[in-house]
Antibody, heavy 120, light 109 residues
Framework: QVQLQESGPGLVKPSGTLSLTCAVS?????????WSWIRQPPGKGLEWIGE???????NYNPSLKSRVTISVDKSKNQFSLKLSSVTAADTAVYYC?????????????WGQGTLVTVSS | EIVLTQSPATLSLSPGERATLSCRAS??????LAWYQQKPGQAPRLLIY???NRATGIPARFSGSGSGTDFTLTISSLEPEDFAVYYC???????????FGQGTKVEIK
């Protein structure tokens, strides 16, 4: 059973960079899956941030693309998110996730989520 | 970008009643659509994928239907644990992008 665990600072200052890591256990990050970051502002819906394949290939949400970097560390079986120039609008619960492929792509596994607050 | 519109925003029902949730796509997504359930303080959970396939461990009272632009999630008889928020989701292949509907809250009447 794949398990995902997010970690990183819970408080980031405006204009700073949000950095999170997702540790993967119970499976290899080099498996044939995409690994995603999804966020949810308090009381609101889900927003896809981006995804990475173990080869390092990435896809990003066009609305966030200029500020987002997702990377993978196969030696540590983890992947990471960096979001730069943050504002209060970036306050959200951030989830890491592993996709499931059938005929389409879906989120099969979710981390528990971590709340990141942007505030001075 | 494909937009997913869910209706209604809120559904007020009693345990034992049937729930019918709708998700409409701005253009065809074939049958590549999923439904998730989210309870307060928890991550979403995959219920239905490929429009009509139940994920592992999902009870038979949950069913999905539809193709193209119109999709439905049906809960045949609401159990107390089914009161939650439900999201639909699709992933476009080109350009690669995921979108979620805005959610439907199923609340106790």
């Amino acid at each position: 059973q794949v398990q995902l665990q997010e970690s990183g600072p819970g408080l980031v200052k405006p204009s700073g960079t949000l950095s999170l890591t997702c540790a993967v256990s119970g499976g290899s990050i080099s498996s044939s899956n995409w690994w995603s970051w999804i966020r949810q502002p308090p009381g609101k819906g889900l927003e896809w941030i981006g995804e990475i394949y173990h080869s390092g290939s990435t896809n990003y949400n066009p609305s966030l693309k200029s500020r987002v970097t997702i990377s993978v560390d196969k030696s540590k079986n983890q992947f990471s998110l960096k979001l730069s120039s943050v504002t209060a609008a970036d306050t959200a619960v951030y989830y890491c996730a592993r996709t499931l492929y059938s005929s389409g792509w879906y989120v099969g596994y979710w981390g528990q989520g971590t709340l990141v607050t942007v505030s001075s | 970008e494909i937009v997913l519109t869910q209706s209604p925003a809120t559904l007020s029902l009693s345990p034992g009643e049937r729930a019918t949730l709708s998700c409409r796509a701005s253009q065809s997504v074939s049958s590549y659509l999923a439904w998730y359930q989210q309870k307060p303080g928890q991550a979403p959970r995959l219920l239905i994928y490929d429009a009509s396939n139940r994920a592992t461990g999902i009870p038979a009272r949950f069913s999905g239907s539809g193709s193209g632009t119109d999709f439905t999630l049906t809960i045949s008889s609401l159990e107390p644990e089914d009161f939650a928020v439900y999201y639909c989701q699709q992933r476009s292949n080109w350009p690669p992008s995921w979108t979620f509907g805005q959610g439907t809250k199923v609340e106790i009447k």
